[in-house]
């Protein structure tokens, strides 16, 4: 199989930007990496661990490159637009972190831009790429659940990672930002069936009492056209030091012909000892008890990274690189996500339910 070789510009060299150029510069295809971030003293630190080939404080500069080929975007939340569709006017393939955007409009600028192009644009929900929820996508592929006719679900985590995120960026609220997740796998699960109506309720005290106009809890009822019905909530202000690392998720699909349970809660991998365990999204913060793996993008284990980032990253270069399949989230998949999380804070926010596509 021919391999086609890559020049990779990161967009932003914070946690995620970090990993995914640390996935870029041990990929054999990747021959050209740049790095940049606001901060040049940042963006220089990465170059150095990654052995990158240029690093800058312009954006522009490592996207425009002339040996880069493929960007990477991993800005904050409410960054994405420009260096998106930099990249996308110069029919470079972009991969963004979720969500795409944080609004309906920025979306569909994207999108528009994609397609008048012709350049490939994929969306970094990297909870596809949990082993537990690729099995799931291949048993309903199968037609070993039948045809789906409910999915229930529940995330939760820190109040302490949630400030972390909203101190980052006050809209990235933990619905827009973590409930997306899987509002996506509830898509893609129900692939191809399209969602038409959302009612959601919200509660909470603490991200407001940390002065953020954001609910503690929210719960959602998705309706789609064939009937089907998906519950989804989220809880982010557990105590600072319960003992997740990442988030706790449970999903339950039923169908027709069975039903899947996906327990994701990692409480079955425990930690205790008196050295102290790093919490890697939060500087400082150390726990005595943790669950393992349950850090949301993956782990470091004897040398290298592992879990979904590491794996969507790889199967993203590798699909630039060899044309292997990509079943990432494309950007009309992510923009129905969009959509149905503004619908969830509307929802939450009025008390009535949202119509969606209107």
């Not at 990993?19 to 220089?44: E, G, I, N």
């Not at 490159?65 to 420009?82: D, F, G, K, M, W």
């Not at 309706?223 to 519950?231: L, P, R, S, W």
């Not at 079943?327 to 339910?353: D, F, N, V």
């Amino acid at each position: 199989m021919d391999t086609h070789e890559l020049g990779i510009a990161v967009v932003g060299s914070g946690r995620i930007g970090s990993l995914r150029a640390q996935m870029a510069a041990s990929h054999p295809a990747v021959k050209f990496l740049a790095v940049s971030d606001l901060s040049a003293d940042r963006a220089a630190g990465l170059a150095e661990r990654t052995k990158a080939d240029f690093s800058s404080s312009d954006n522009m500069a490592v996207i425009g490159h002339p040996q880069v080929n493929a960007v990477i975007v991993s800005t904050s939340e409410h960054e994405h637009l420009e260096p998106v569709m930099q990249a996308l006017e110069l029919g470079k393939p972009v991969l963004v972190e979720k969500p795409i955007a944080l609004t309906l409009a920025d979306a569909d600028k994207i999108i528009a831009k994609s397609e008048s192009t012709g350049t490939p644009l994929f969306v970094g929900y990297a909870q596809r790429f949990k082993r537990r929820y690729l099995s799931a996508k291949d048993q309903i592929l199968e037609g070993r659940v039948g045809n789906i006719t409910a999915l229930t679900g529940r995330a939760c985590n820190t109040r302490a990672q949630g400030i972390e995120i909203l101190k980052r960026s006050a809209t990235a609220t933990p619905v827009v930002d973590v409930l997306t997740y899987w509002v996506d796998v509830a898509g893609w699960f129900l692939e191809g069936i399209r969602p038409v109506e959302v009612t959601a309720r919200g509660h909470g005290t603490v991200f407001r009492e940390a002065g953020f106009d954001v609910n503690d809890a929210t719960f959602a009822l998705i309706t789609y056209e064939n009937g089907a019905v998906v519950n989804l909530g989220v809880y982010f202000a557990l105590p600072a030091h319960a003992p997740q690392l990442g988030m706790g998720v449970r999903i339950e699909v039923y169908g027709s012909e069975g039903a899947l349970i996906l327990n994701d809660d990692h409480t079955d991998e425990l930690l205790i000892t008196n050295k102290g365990i790093p919490h890697a999204y939060i500087p400082g913060l150390q726990f005595q008890t943790a669950f393992l793996s349950s850090s949301t993008p993956g782990n470091w284990h004897l040398g290298d990274y592992w879990g979904p980032v590491a794996d969507e990253s790889r199967v993203w270069l590798d699909h630039l690189s060899r044309n292997r399949p990509c079943p990432m989230a494309t950007a009309r998949e992510a923009r129905q996500t969009l959509e149905i999380t503004l619908a969830i804070e509307e929802s939450a926010r009025i008390g009535k339910a949202i119509k969606l596509g209107q």
